[in-house]
C-alpha cells in the first residue's frame, strides 16, 4: 500500500503485489509465523478461498484444533 498524508488530509491506494502468494496472503507473511509457532503446515493445490474443502487440510485442522483442545486448562 501506498500512502500520502497533508495535514487532515489521508489519501492510500493499493500498489501492485510484491511477492507470490494465493491471491489472499502475500508468501512472506504465510511465512511468517513457522519460527514461532511448535507446527507448521506448509500446503500446496488450492486457492486460499477454497483451502477448508480440501481434505488434508480439513485433517490439518481437526489436529490442530484437538492439539489446542489437549492443552487447555481444565474447569475448576
Do not use: N
Request: charged share 20%; with cysteine; hydrophobic share 35%.
Amino acid at each position: 500500500m501506498t500512502a500520502q498524508s497533508q495535514g487532515s488530509f489521508y489519501r492510500a491506494w493499493l500498489s501492485d503485489k510484491d511477492d507470490a502468494g494465493d491471491a489472499t496472503v502475500p508468501a512472506h507473511s504465510g511465512l511468517a509465523p513457522r519460527t514461532h509457532v511448535p507446527f507448521f503446515a506448509q500446503m500446496r493445490g488450492f486457492e486460499h478461498q477454497g483451502s477448508y474443502k480440501d481434505g488434508p487440510v480439513q485433517a490439518v485442522t481437526l489436529y490442530s484444533l484437538i492439539s489446542l483442545a489437549c492443552k487447555a486448562e481444565k474447569p475448576a
